[in-house]
């Protein structure tokens, strides 16, 4: 916990602010002492703000915080570095959020590999009313990555919070081409 960090000094002392006749009294020196400890931890971390909300720097227990101020998505069983990715390219990934291209490049980011993403179009319009949508052809989008990195479960699970809810989905996962492991 950074709130009790031991032998943490503060840079502005207390005691050393009073005028110096107040600096001859050893009793209030030692209180000021104590509230300097005491405030030290939150000097420090005010003056280490900057680094607390930049992706590439903030301590990895504070990932998941920083990611719920813009709003984006982390695993936290994903490697901290990929946390750390992810989190420095949300604004990017918010952008293209629900389109072809937005899911391809969120899957390319946690598979490290191709992503291969066609849809059938959602998009319908006509002149005159509908009373019936459900006659038009269901959205549907289907996924093949190419990735060893990732199982199929989570690729699944993945592309399920990444795509629009009404759109139903079909994921495949490929050996990556030239990869002679054979492992899946």
């Known amino acids: 916990m950074r709130g009790t960090a031991t032998g943490l000094n503060t840079p502005y002392p207390l005691g050393t602010l009073l005028p110096p006749v107040l600096q001859e009294d050893e009793l209030l020196m030692r209180l000021t002492e104590a509230v300097d400890e005491l405030i030290a931890p939150a000097i420090s971390a005010l003056d280490c703000l900057a680094a607390y909300v930049d992706p590439a720097l903030t301590p990895p227990d504070f990932l998941s915080w920083l990611s719920g101020w813009v709003g984006a998505e982390l695993d936290e069983t994903w ?26 490049r969120q899957l390319m980011l946690l598979t490290g590999g191709e992503i291969a993403v066609t849809d059938t179009g959602g998009v319908t319009w006509s002149a005159e ?43 495949h996962l490929e050996q990556p081409p030239g990869d002679v492991t054979g492992a899946q």
């Open 79 to 104: 490697p901290a570095e990929l946390q750390r990715t992810a989190l420095s390219r949300s604004v990017e990934l918010h952008r293209d959020r629900g389109t072809v291209e937005g899911l391809r």
């Open 129 to 171: 009313p509908i009373d019936h949508p459900e006659s038009q052809p269901v959205p549907h989008v289907t996924v093949v990555a190419y990735s060893n990195t990732i199982t199929l479960a989570a690729l699944s699970s993945a592309v399920a919070a990444a795509k629009p809810a009404h759109v139903t989905h079909e994921v």
